[in-house]
């Protein structure tokens, strides 16, 4: 039953936390940028006007993929909120994603395509870096199920620091953030328009626009889980993780595929490795 | 109630999107001022986007000639509704000192329906502001008229 | 019982013998869904009556059994020595010599003929007859009209059909007699029957380069048929024993013995078509896809894997599971970076169905119970999910003439049940809630407790298995033009297509059953447990059934909401504005129309197969060195 209400929650906070998530990005960043910004509550806006836009489509696999994406993200912050198997949240949060390029692969459209497949190669970077970071929890907890966590009296961060950094790379690419964000960003002006969503349009847009509010709630929840047994040190830790993320991006300029692929095979998977090393040598 | 909210929200994220239809580059100078931190347009929720599927206000420089006018047609067909256009300039809104040259076919509104025209050579970045606001105006009531 | 067991062998080979000598192509399709039909219900019987402690059998018109089974492995060799000598291969000579001559020093001098029970089945066997029986009979009667259209193309003047057939029945048989196999001899001899039949099959074009491949094929083959006498000898030197069940019961025990099984897992690897030995299985793509389809699924390279699988307690705890632990990681990891670098749909199957083996590979070496029912979990799902693309793949290619992913870009406009079938047999492969993607979500759970390189590995193989699956998704999606004609396939198509992914979907979701009721007496103890229709493990939870709901409601509710498409306007594609009338084209230069045009990233200069492949062979060789001189 307590799982449930949980699960209720997530389904329903997520993307209103997400969105606000947004919101507080954008306004930080135009303080980075001494500017003032938008209202905080601007990407429920967005997403509202383009809920109500006219219903344009290239063809009907753009529908059916808007949808899955939003399903598949929700669904995995649902089972991260019923506190299930990492590996399992992981895998669903990866059906939103095929699907979302799917619906961008199934158009004629030169930005899209090559979108599509540049997203691909981010899926391609940040896998296997989620994959050892949740070995890595299991190494610790002895089980890859988040409920296993709260028996632990440390927090996670002490024996895993090497792979918070690398989970470092996988939130920046999920976030879509610079330097990684060449797949699509949140800005309108890229060399690829924008990117593997270019042709969703209109409602569908919005609910891409969603998913990935859900997204981000489930990688900033994945961050969180490092500092469980203090809320307060976990907020600091979060919010000091995304400050990091939007300083970052910032600071960064849009690098290319061949880039990312070297600093998160290397540097990701090499901190990775380093940290379980270390964690089956314990 | 979301039907509602909905409609307030239009008001407040109007993305735009700016084609530069033949113009001498100077009120789209301009129109990107509108971005700097000086006018910081996104505080209105204004983004500059670089699509027409997701905009929801056209920014058209420039005279048209009869190679663009076309392509104007086309992005203005391909922005889902509802959806505003602002002429920006002399030229946008009459075809200014070229409007009897033989390639030029005009102002905008030649091509497509124009809701608001901002004049100036160039415009300023406060009144193309201004010009967006009003546009939005226009539409809210043309979304009222429709129904 | 044992009749059961007789029909499950010996009718293919007896259809096989109708199939060659009644030149009637009705009389052959008769027979053919015929016995697809009674081998199936007879896998369903044997099922039905649940695993069967080792049995003898009797002799056959009076001559002993195991007596025939010596003769016909002796009259095997020579078949494939005269096949070496004719296409002068002097590999295949010298592989097929040692074999001859080691076994003649093993049968006569070595081996005390005491009666030992020829026949067994426990879990294992049991799915493997269940795929065999069940996926195998599909893919034939999917042949009756695939070869039909093939010869179509060739202009033959006498029809090679009755051949064909001959070889694919005789490799049913011959594949359930290996699964069958209590008795070790027996099980070489339908080794060596599976290597004959492969070799047939892939050669049955004769074009020059099928003839080739096939050679290629055989002395790999061969080689492990070499390895697998070397591993029964050096097995029964130690134990003096040449019954399975009690090799397995006994565990591992000494040096000589471990080393054995080492060698038998090295024909378990030639013929699962692991690195460095995968060029065979690439090149048997030049054979008619049926062939293909057979090979991938349910008989031959499933052959490797089982071997290796049931000798998996011979060698649990030892360097050598190690060994094979880390070899089917590499494979998995190297065969899912060449399938990046591939545009041939056939190939990335190949590459794909390569390293998935080598994932079951891995999960025999991992040895724990998680991963040996990890392992069987994804012998079964892979076999129904691969069979089902290659005949996907067969389809389109005798439609559009082309096995290019790149030249399926948009093929639901023109073959839009075939690509919605194709489309959904690759969700199933590499998505949840299906059934392989369980398996190998059991397989990294169960990696965690064996060591860093096999997670590592596996980790990074099971990322690059999803992009090169997910583009050729995507791109086989496209916009059907209004009144375009619908497609239409022949019923011995239709079915075996409907079949299989209805079989995909629906066992995938019943999987906790099937776990409970196949899965979880296999091993001494269980490591799942099922409640709430969802897998527990102390390491994790698969809840398949809630997933499968909430998923497939959703599916179910995007499909109805895309189904209402029409109340959309319909838009071309972002095109700065320059669209022609058609979609997708743009107005270019000169006036002029440019088509549209796209393709995948290879990443050539990452995942490049020519470069790749030495340096993969080469560590594989390494690998496997260390695996065996390990075990010593």
Known sequence: ?282 | MFGSFIKKSRAKSPWIMHFDCGSCNGCDIEVLACLTPLYDVERFGIINVGNPKHADVLLVTGTVNHRNKKVLKNIYDQMPEPKAVIAIGACGTSGGVFREAYNVVGGVDKVIPVDVYVPGCPAKPEAIIDGVVAGLAKFAQKVEEAK | ?632
């Open chain 1, 1 to 282: 039953m307590d799982t449930l209400i949980l699960v209720i929650i997530g389904i329903v906070a997520g993307p209103v936390l997400g969105g606000l998530v947004a919101g507080l990005d954008r306004r930080v960043t135009a303080w980075f940028q001494s500017r003032q910004g938008p209202p905080v509550t601007q990407p429920f806006f967005d997403v509202a006007k383009l809920l109500g836009k006219e219903r344009t489509v290239v063809n009907q696999w753009q529908i059916l993929c808007a949808w899955v994406y939003l399903i598949g993200a929700a669904t995995s912050v649902a089972l991260l909120f019923a506190q299930a198997d990492l590996l399992l949240i992981f895998f669903v949060q990866a059906v939103g994603a095929v699907f979302l390029v799917m619906g961008a692969l199934a158009v004629k459209s030169p930005y899209s395509q090559v979108g599509a497949q540049r997203e691909l190669l981010q899926m391609l970077a940040y896998e296997p870096v989620l994959v050892l970071v949740f070995v890595g929890f299991y190494l610790v907890t002895g089980s890859f199920s988040l409920e296993a966590l709260w028996a632990q009296e440390t927090p996670l961060l002490a024996k895993m620091p090497l792979l918070y950094l690398a989970l470092g790379f996988a939130l920046t690419i999920k976030l879509r953030k610079s330097p990684f964000d060449f797949s699509t960003s949140h800005h309108g002006h890229q060399e690829l328009v924008k990117g593997v969503l270019t042709e969703y349009s209109g409602p569908y847009l919005g609910l891409v626009e969603i998913a990935h509010w859900y997204e981000t709630i489930l990688v900033l929840g994945l961050c969180a889980m490092f500092w469980h047994t203090n809320v307060a040190i976990m907020a600091v830790l979060v919010i000091l993780t995304y400050l990091v993320e939007i300083l970052v991006d910032n600071t960064m300029a849009r690098m290319t595929w061949r880039w990312m692929l070297k600093r998160v095979w290397l540097l990701g998977m090499g901190l990775s490795i380093v940290n379980l090393i270390w964690l089956y040598a314990r």
């Open chain 3, 1 to 632: 019982m044992s009749n059961l067991l007789l029909l499950l062998i010996l009718l293919p080979v007896a259809a096989a013998l109708v199939c060659y000598f009644v030149r009637s192509s009705a009389v052959r399709s008769m027979t053919v869904v015929a016995t697809g039909v009674v081998l199936a219900l007879a896998a369903l019987g044997l099922l039905a009556q649940g695993t069967f402690e080792p049995i003898m059998v009797g002799s056959f018109l009076g001559i002993g059994s195991d007596f025939l089974i010596s003769v016909l492995d002796f009259a095997l060799l020579g078949v494939i020595y005269y096949y070496g000598f004719k296409h002068k291969s002097l590999l295949i000579q010298g592989f097929t010599l040692a074999q001859a001559v080691l076994l003649v020093w093993f049968e006569v001098f070595s081996l005390k003929h005491a009666a030992v029970p020829a026949l067994a089945g426990d879990q294992l066997t049991l799915v493997m007859v269940l795929v065999i029986s069940i996926i195998g009979s599909l893919i034939c009667v999917f042949a009756i009209p695939y070869m039909k259209k093939h010869e179509g193309h060739q202009h033959l003047e006498k029809s090679r059909q009755p051949r064909f057939f001959f070889f694919l029945m005789i490799f049913l048989g011959a594949m359930n007699g290996l699964v069958l196999s209590n008795n070790i001899l027996w099980m070489y001899f339908f080794f060596e029957a599976t290597t004959l039949c492969s070799f047939m099959l892939i050669g049955h074009d004769a074009t020059e380069i099928a003839t080739r491949n096939a050679v290629r094929a055989l002395w790999m083959n061969a080689l492990g048929g070499l390895a697998f006498v070397v591993g029964m000898m050096l097995i029964h030197f130690e134990t003096g024993l040449i019954d399975i069940s009690a090799i397995l019961a006994g565990g591992p025990q000494g040096v000589v013995m471990v080393t054995g099984v080492g060698f038998l897992c090295l024909a378990g690897f030639t013929k699962a078509a692991q690195v460095p030995f995968q060029s065979w299985l690439l090149g048997a793509m030049v054979a008619p896809t049926p062939v293909s389809a057979l090979l991938h699924s349910s008989t031959m390279v499933k052959a490797g894997v089982f071997v290796i699988l049931r000798f998996a307690p011979a060698f649990a705890g030892t360097f050598l599971s190690t060994g094979v632990a880390v070899c089917g990681a590499f494979t998995f990891v190297a065969c899912a970076a060449l399938g990046v670098g591939q545009s041939n749909g056939k190939k990335i199957l190949a590459y794909s169905t390569v390293s998935n083996l080598g994932l079951i590979i891995c999960c025999a070496g991992i040895n724990t119970p998680l991963a040996l029912t990890a392992a069987l979990m994804l012998i079964l799902f892979h076999a129904v999910s691969k069979s089902l693309l290659f005949l996907c793949v067969g389809t389109i290619e005798q439609n559009i003439g082309s096995r290019d992913i790149e030249d399926m870009r948009g093929l639901y406009s023109r073959m839009p049940r075939t690509a919605l079938i194709t489309i959904i047999g690759i969700l199933t492969m590499m998505l949840p809630p299906f059934g392989v993607l369980l398996g190998k979500w059991m397989a990294i759970e169960a990696s965690a407790d064996a060591n860093i390189f096999v997670v590592v590995m596996l980790a990074m193989g099971s990322a690059m298995m999803v992009v090169y699956l997910a583009r050729w998704a995507g791109s086989m999606m496209g916009t059907r033009e209004e009144g375009t004609l619908s497609e239409s396939q022949p019923l011995l198509t239709s079915v075996p297509l409907l079949t299989l992914c209805l079989g995909a979907v629906v066992l995938s979701a019943a999987s906790p059953w099937i776990y409970n009721s196949l899965l979880a007496p296999w091993l001494g103890s269980t490591p799942f447990t099922v409640g709430f229709g969802s897998l527990e493990s102390a390491h994790g939870t698969f809840v398949v059934v809630p997933l499968f709901l909430v998923l497939g409601l959703g599916l179910l509710y995007a499909v109805r909401a895309a189904s209402g498409y029409r109340k959309s306007r319909f838009t071309p594609p972002y095109m700065g504005g320059a669209n022609s009338s058609v979609s997708g084209n743009y107005v270019g230069p000169m006036n002029g129309e440019v088509e549209f045009s796209a393709g995948n990233l290879y990443l050539d200069e990452l995942f490049a197969e020519s470069k790749l492949t030495p340096a993969f062979n080469a560590l594989a060789v390494a690998l496997i060195i260390l695996m065996l001189g390990g075990a010593l």
